[in-house]
């Protein structure tokens, strides 16, 4: 996700089972990256799976929270928050360093609760099984 914005990190980094077993409803956020030009940015929780969209989704609807930050304040939260993301998603609303301007920050919080640290050892190709 946000490939160019480090968002990827945030799609790898997502319990899928866990938030397929306990989201029912699709999560929209609306991404505002400043840090030299602004880019806009959709990303949805949905079935476990956190999908990004580079500008605004228009077939996700209306996203729940627009999440305003700088690039810089992105990878701290992704590289920094030594595996506690909505914590330190939190900490940074109460710094000042993310801005909510719609919507209510609850909605992030469920995504960033979502954020583990990824299993290096994960097989992205698992070998073949013999029959």
């Known amino acids: 996700m946000l490939s160019r914005t480090g968002t990827t990190p945030l799609a790898r980094a997502i319990d899928g089972p866990r938030a397929a077993r306990e989201?029912?409803?699709?999560?929209?956020?609306?991404?505002?990256?400043?840090?030299g030009e602004e880019?806009?940015?959709?990303?949805?929780?949905?079935?476990?799976?956190l999908v990004y969209v580079p500008g605004k989704d228009r077939f996700a609807g209306a996203p729940q929270t627009v999440i305003k930050l700088t690039r810089?304040?992105?990878n701290g939260l992704m590289y920094g928050?030594?595996?506690?993301?909505?914590?330190?998603?939190?900490?940074?609303?109460?710094?000042?360093?993310?801005?909510?301007p719609e919507g209510k920050p609850e909605y992030a919080d469920v995504?960033?609760?979502?954020l583990t640290r990824p299993d290096a050892s994960?097989?992205?190709?698992?070998?073949a099984t013999p029959e």
């Open 23 to 35: 989201q029912r409803d699709p999560i929209v956020l609306q991404w505002v990256i400043n840090g």
């Open 39 to 49: 880019e806009t940015c959709t990303t949805t929780l949905r079935n476990g799976v």
């Open 72 to 74: 810089d304040v992105l």
């Open 81 to 100: 928050a030594n595996g506690d993301y909505r914590a330190a998603f939190d900490k940074a609303v109460r710094d000042g360093l993310v801005q909510i």
């Open 111 to 114: 995504v960033f609760g979502y």
């Open 122 to 127: 994960f097989p992205i190709v698992a070998p």
